[in-house]
């Protein structure tokens, strides 16, 4: 089970890179699952304890992104973004 702790850090950690990416970007990006990938990188690796890819954190994004906008969510895009990294990382072989 994912801790409400480690969702709230990840959440926070999503929302920075949303910001940073906007000011960076505009916005609108096609490649924007590897632009916050880059920018989590370093990050992401102590909240899920593992120190995954740049490419495999632009996946875990892209997917999250894909099931998020398949259906009318009751939560914001980061806590679900956020829940799916935590859920997908526990699932796969990290080392």
């Known amino acids: 089970m994912v801790s409400e702790t480690k969702v709230e850090e990840l959440k926070g950690l999503l929302k920075a890179a949303a910001r940073a990416h906007h000011q960076a970007t505009g916005g609108a990006n096609a490649a924007w699952a590897h632009w916050y990938a880059e920018n989590l990188r370093d990050a992401i690796g102590p909240v899920i304890g593992a120190n995954p890819s740049v490419e495999q954190i632009a996946g ?33 072989d990290l080392t």
């Open 60 to 92: 875990w994004l892209t997917a999250a992104d894909i099931e998020y906008r398949a259906e009318e969510r009751d939560v914001s895009w980061p806590r679900y973004y956020a829940r799916f990294i935590l859920d997908r990382s526990a699932e796969e």
